[in-house]
Nanobody
Framework: QVQLVESGGGLVQAGGSLRLSCAAS????????MGWYRQAPGKQRDLVAT???????NYVDSVKGRFTISRDNAKNTVYLQMNSLKPEDTAVYYC????????WGQGTQVTVSS
């Protein structure tokens, strides 16, 4: 059973940066494709970015060129570097595998002020 703990969120002004971390305990990510998701108030939880075990990445159009997903397989940790943040990036950010089969963590709140 993998337990996920997200951290690194906060309040930033538009144009600012944050780096999120997602650490696994209880078991490892293994070779799972991992992803970052976000959920804004009143909206569904959407996939933002994914990364394969080997480091291949994909992003939704709205974050391309601004966000960078990475992972440290030895540390069982996935990261999301977020630059040039916009108010529309405000959401609770979660990590999970690409099939969403791990138990969800508590997420980390990102708030971008205009």
């Amino acid at each position: 059973q993998v337990q996920l703990v997200e951290s690194g969120g906060g309040l930033v002004q538009a144009g600012g940066s944050l780096r999120l971390s997602c650490a696994a305990s209880g078991n490892t990510f293994g070779i799972s494709v991992m992803g970052w998701y976000r959920q804004a108030p009143g909206k569904q939880r959407d996939l933002v970015a994914t990364i394969t075990y080997g480091g291949g990445t994909n992003y939704v159009d709205s974050v391309k060129g601004r966000f960078t997903i990475s992972r440290d397989n030895a540390k069982n940790t996935v990261y999301l570097q977020m630059n040039s943040l916009k108010p529309e990036d405000t959401a609770v950010y979660y990590c999970n595998n690409a099939r969403r089969t791990y138990a969800w963590g508590q997420g980390t709140q990102v708030t971008v002020s205009s």
